[in-house]
Each structure stands twice: as structure tokens, then as C-alpha cells.
């Protein structure tokens, strides 16, 4: 039983090993052999996770995961260059948010949030226009949990000699990448999902060939992924100061996942998932996805009933929050949803406690005059503590 306060039911930031925060205790200096190490440690096991060969190089990037997502649309697109960017979430959104930001030319191809993107759909896109260059995709989208067909859609965009880049942020390291098998151009995670390190580092694992002056355009310095790589691989250090602690943090969290493996951690996260799916049923919560696109990274839940909409929404999260248990803090209005991450060191008991709480919110709301200030009430109970 993992004593820890609050417990984070989140798709990241998640709850942490004991022994991922106790490696955080050493000051290295950035420069210096011991930390280096760290450095070479997480660039080699990042690249063995990928089962990723010779071609490819895995860069860490200082920031959360969308600092490692906009440096490499900023690193390796050019102005001549067009993006099909394919959205069914709030995570394929952002990257033409970015995409648009820096006036770099992109098609968007939308679906629902609860349908995994449709390979014809975007073997017809690319079909229609020559000028797409490049295929972005998320691999997990977290907005639902849905996955996307990464085999399909990297094979698609072989065929048609476009560059890949994946947004795998909640994918890597519970779901298998296999680049031997599907190799892609340029594929995205960050240390604070599935590899349950804390946040503060991202990486892009990039197909080396992309690595030359012609194929990369530095638009910003700090981001600058070609550079960055540079250093790592002129210096073995990073250009500007590294998060010291969280790379240690990280490669930690490496170790742990090479115990366990990728598909024990799969297996963990999707025995959350299950309990969660079965507890929560009787009180008429159902995940918004068909079960065969449904990953085990995070449940996007919906109750009509019982949590219909943002204020229902604000009522439960901080019953929740009373009982010790945080859940994603956001409602998303268009599908009346709002989600509960599997991922981190999730003990299955924290589970049943949520399911408990559920319960008492359950019988608060059913009793007359429930729907109400309910929300004051369970603010003004006790908070537990460990
Ligand atoms: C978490 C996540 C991101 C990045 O989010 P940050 O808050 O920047 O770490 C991007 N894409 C997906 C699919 C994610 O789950």
C-alpha cells in the first residue's frame, strides 16, 4: 500500500515511486562526468524502449511535453513544408494551434473524440493534395484515451513518402513502439507520463538522416532540436541548464519501467482501468469510447445523471478532493465528459476508495434537494490526511 497525499488519479502529473522522488536527493553539476552519464543513460534506454536501431538518436529537450512537440514542428518544418495534422482531441488541436502560431502551412483533419483517426480519411487527404509534406498524429489521444491506428497510418504515410511525426506523450512506455517494426520519422513523449518520472523533461526520438542544416530550420534558439542534439552529441552536455534532479528523476524511472517492462506496465495500467470501469458502473458512469479503441492510459467518463454538466462536474471533483482523490480537474462540455487517468503508481485500493466516494455522492445527490449546495457541504467536511 503506497501511503501518498493526494492521490493523483491523472493522466500526468502521476503518482511517483518512492524510490523515483528518493533518487532526486544528489546536486550534480550540469557539466560534470556523473551527470553526463545520467544524460547518456536516458538518451540510450529511451532509444531501447523505442527498439529504435542506429537510425535513430533520441533528443531530451527541457520543458513539458508540448516544449518538445513545438520544438520539433519548429526544428523540422520548413516554409516550403505543408502539415496534415489529424485531430479527434484536444492534443491534435494544439499541435495547429502551434503549427499556426509560427505561420507554417497545415491542413486539419477532424473527427470526433470518441473515433480513433480513419486511415481512408487520410490516405484520401494526401491523395487530394500533393503539397502535403508531412502527417502528425497523436498516438493516445489523453482527451478521450482513444488510440489511434499508429501501424496504418505510419505505413500510409511511407508509401507516400511523407514524414511522420507522432505525438506519443501518453503512449511511451505503456504501449508498445516498436521502430523496428513501424518506423516513423519523428516520434514525441515526455518523462512525467508513462515512464512516471516527474515533469520537466521531454524528448523527440528522430530519425538521424533528418539531423543536417538542410533539413532543419532553427526558427527559435532555445528550442532548437538540432542544436541540442549537437551539444549531447559534441559534449555529452545540454546548451542551457538542465533540470539536474528530474533527469536523475528519470532515468530512475527508466530503471523502473526495465524491471517491469512495457507490457507489465500495460497489463497494471489496464487492471486500473478495468476496476475503475466496474466500480464506477453501478453508479451509472460509463466511458465514452467502445471498449476496443479504449487504452489504459485514462477514462473518459460520462454521467448524465449524476454529472451532467461543469457544475455537477465542479460538485464531484471536490467531493473527490475531500476524500483524498484527485481526478482530472476539467470537464470537456462538448462530449459531457471529464477524465480519470490510470497511469503512475495508482495503488488498486485507491480505486475503491473512489468508488466509496462516488457512492456518498451518490446518496448526497439522490436525497431531495441533494443537487444543491452540495458543494458546500462536502467543502466543509474534513479533509483526510494519511
Ligand atoms: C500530456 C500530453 C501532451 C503534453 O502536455 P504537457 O502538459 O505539455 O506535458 C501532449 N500530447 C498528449 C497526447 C498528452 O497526453
Redesign the pocket.
Known amino acids: 500500500m503506497i501511503s501518498s497525499y493526494p492521490r493523483l488519479l491523472t ?2 502529473p502521476l503518482a511517483l515511486a518512492p524510490e523515483v522522488k528518493a533518487s532526486m536527493q544528489s546536486d550534480l553539476g550540469s557539466r560534470d562526468a556523473a551527470f553526463r552519464q545520467v544524460t547518456r543513460d536516458i538518451r540510450q534506454w529511451i532509444l531501447e524502449f523505442a527498439h529504435a536501431g542506429p537510425d535513430y538518436t533520441a533528443i531530451p529537450m527541457q ?5 518538445a ?1 513545438e520544438a520539433a514542428l519548429t526544428t523540422f518544418l520548413k516554409d516550403s513544408d505543408k502539415v496534415l495534422v489529424c485531430a479527434n ?1 484536444v ?1 491534435g488541436e ?1 499541435a495547429a494551434k502551434i503549427l499556426r502560431r509560427h505561420r507554417l502551412d497545415h491542413v486539419v483533419l477532424s473527427r470526433p473524440i470518441t473515433e480513433p483517426i480513419a486511415v481512408r480519411d487520410v490516405a484520401a487527404r494526401l491523395a487530394a493534395d500533393p503539397a502535403i509534406t508531412h502527417l502528425y498524429f ?6 478521450s484515451g482513444v488510440l489511434n491506428p499508429l501501424p496504418e497510418l505510419l505505413a500510409l504515410a511511407r508509401s507516400r513518402g511523407i514524414t511522420s511525426v507522432v ?5 511511451f512506455g505503456a504501449i508498445e513502439v516498436v521502430a523496428e517494426r513501424d518506423p516513423f520519422d519523428i516520434l ?1 513523449s ?1 518523462g ?2 508513462c515512464l512516471e518520472a516527474p ?1 520537466g523533461i ?1 524528448f523527440a526520438i528522430i530519425r538521424r538522416s533528418l539531423l543536417t542544416p538542410e533539413q532543419t530550420v532553427a526558427r527559435t534558439y532555445t528550442l532548437d532540436l538540432h542544436d541540442q542534439w549537437r551539444s549531447f552529441e559534441e559534449t555529452g552536455e545540454w546548451r542551457s541548464t538542465p533540470p539536474t534532479h528530474v533527469a536523475q528523476a528519470l532515468r530512475a524511472g527508466l530503471m523502473g519501467l526495465r524491471q517491469e517492462t512495457v507490457t507489465g506496465r500495460h497489463a497494471r495500467y489496464a487492471a486500473i482501468r478495468d476496476r475503475l470501469i466496474t466500480g464506477l458502473h453501478p453508479f451509472g458512469f460509463a466511458p465514452i469510447l467502445r471498449t476496443e479503441v479504449q487504452t489504459p ?1 485514462c477514462v473518459a467518463f460520462r454521467n448524465d445523471e449524476l454529472v451532467p454538466d461543469a457544475l455537477a462536474f465542479t460538485d464531484y471533483y471536490q467531493h473527490l478532493r475531500n476524500a483524498g482523490l484527485l481526478i482530472y480537474a476539467r470537464f470537456h462540455e462538448a462530449s459531457r465528459s471529464f477524465r480519470i487517468g490510470c497511469i503512475g503508481q495508482v495503488d488498486p485500493t485507491w480505486v475503491d476508495e473512489l468508488v466509496e466516494a462516488t457512492r456518498r455522492f451518490s446518496q448526497a445527490r439522490r436525497r431531495p434537494g441533494g443537487g444543491v449546495g452540495l458543494g458546500q457541504r462536502a467543502a466543509a467536511a474534513p479533509e483526510r490526511r494519511p
Not at 63 to 67: I, L, P
Not at 138 to 143: A, I, N, P, R, Y
Not at 167 to 171: K, L
Open positions: 493522466p500526468g520543458g513539458s511535453g508540448t516544449f512537440i482531441g492534443y494544439t497523436v498516438h493516445c489521444e489523453t482527451t505525438d506519443s506523450m501518453s503512449a514525441i515526455s512525467n507520463k515533469p521531454a492510459i
